[in-house]
T-cell receptor, first 115, second 115 residues
């Protein structure tokens, strides 16, 4: 069966520090991978998605970046965090096409607090 | 472009009472529709999905939703809620043949079940 892992689960970082959140998927190959951010009262915002190694699509301009160095690994990074980067970051994957729909499976999330 | 409106940000209800969480979408093309549930400090879990066929869709944990094309709605219902249903519920939409990153989420409805 497929599983998705995210780490770290929680992170407290000072403004201006770097960030690296990692996501890996097991039990599938060539998944579509996604990073979402969930900020208080703002729902889920798609940040990046990837359909293959080295292929990244950015949905929202910001000081974050994403990379996909391996088929089942997706990394969210920042060189200098801002206060507004605080939030709950969710990684997701899809690969099983159910009638052509994009059905996402989410990881447990990483809660980032920038102070 | 598609959009999703969840009309209630919070819904308090007593245990064993029925509940309806409302979702309306906007799209000029045919869509797929989803409901996800998020328990505190966890990722999102798929409750149910509408892809095609019967407009009444049954999901996990006794939830069901009905797709109403004329009213562009996909309301979620449960005839009798439990304390364990306390969570945040997200409606989402994606369009037929859309890009891999085209799943749009509503802002969520927090369901609070009281004894």
């Amino acid at each position: 069966s497929q599983t998705i892992h995210q780490w770290p689960a929680t992170l407290v970082q000072p403004v201006g520090s770097p960030l690296s959140l990692e996501c890996t998927v097991e039990g599938t190959s060539n998944p579509n991978l996604y990073w979402y951010r969930q900020a208080a009262g703002r729902g889920l915002q798609l940040l990046f998605y990837s359909v293959g190694i080295g292929q990244i699509s950015s949905e929202v301009p910001q000081n974050l970046s994403a990379s996909r160095p391996q088929d089942r690994q997706f990394i969210l990074s920042s060189k200098k965090l801002l206060l507004s980067d605080s939030g709950f970051y969710l990684c997701a994957w899809s690969g099983i096409r159910s009638g052509g729909a994009n059905v996402l499976t989410f990881g447990a999330g990483s809660r980032l607090t920038v102070l | 472009a598609q959009s999703v409106t969840q009309l209630d940000s919070q819904v308090p209800v007593f245990e064993e009472a029925p509940v309806e969480l409302r979702c309306n979408y906007s799209s000029s093309v045919s869509v797929y529709l989803f409901w996800y549930v998020q328990y505190p400090n966890q990722g999102l879990q798929l409750l149910l999905k509408y892809l095609s066929g019967s407009t009444l869709v049954k999901g996990i944990n006794g939830f069901e939703a009905e797709f109403n094309k004329s009213q562009t709605s996909f309301h979620l219902r449960k005839p009798s809620v439990h304390i364990s249903d306390t969570a945040e519920y997200f409606c989402a939409v994606s369009r037929f043949g859309g890009s891999q990153g085209n799943l749009i989420f509503g802002k969520g409805t927090k369901l609070s079940v009281k004894p």
